[in-house]
Nanobody
Framework: QVQLVESGGGLVQAGGSLRLSCAASGRTFTNYAMAWFRQAPGKEREKVALISRSAVVTYYADSVKGRFTISRDNAKNTVYLQMNSLKPEDTAVYYC???????????????????WGQGTQVTVSS
């Protein structure tokens, strides 16, 4: 089992910034590709950003490219999502997720993510 705990969400004005953190425990963190997903009311969960085990490879949804940065600190078993230039359409519950991976690459299929955090609310006001 991998336990994931997100933090850092909140209310921010459009154009502002937030940094989400996800602390992992329970298994060897470097065996897992990590991801941030989000889900807005009435919408499907979507992948926001992905990162490989050693942070060599990253992926971003087109909607956040150039504004969000995913990173991880394997010494601290933590993955981050730096969100800049936030827009009202970024409002959602943000989830951290972990997928076991034997290769150095991102995992794009959300069904491969076996472990999920409880989510943290991000609200961007206009």
């Amino acid at each position: 089992q991998v336990q994931l705990v997100e933090s850092g969400g909140g209310l921010v004005q459009a154009g502002g910034s937030l940094r989400l953190s996800c602390a992992a425990s329970g298994r060897t963190f470097t065996n897992y590709a990590m991801a941030w997903f989000r889900q807005a009311p009435g919408k499907e969960r979507e992948k926001v950003a992905l990162i490989s085990r050693s942070a060599v490879v990253t992926y971003y949804a087109d909607s956040v490219k150039g504004r969000f940065t995913i990173s991880r600190d394997n010494a601290k078993n933590t993955v981050y999502l730096q969100m800049n230039s936030l827009k009202p359409e970024d409002t959602a519950v943000y989830y951290c997720a972990a997928a076991a991976s034997s290769t150095e690459g991102v995992v794009t299929n959300y069904k491969m993510y076996a472990f999920w955090g409880q989510g943290t609310q991000v609200t961007v006001s206009s």
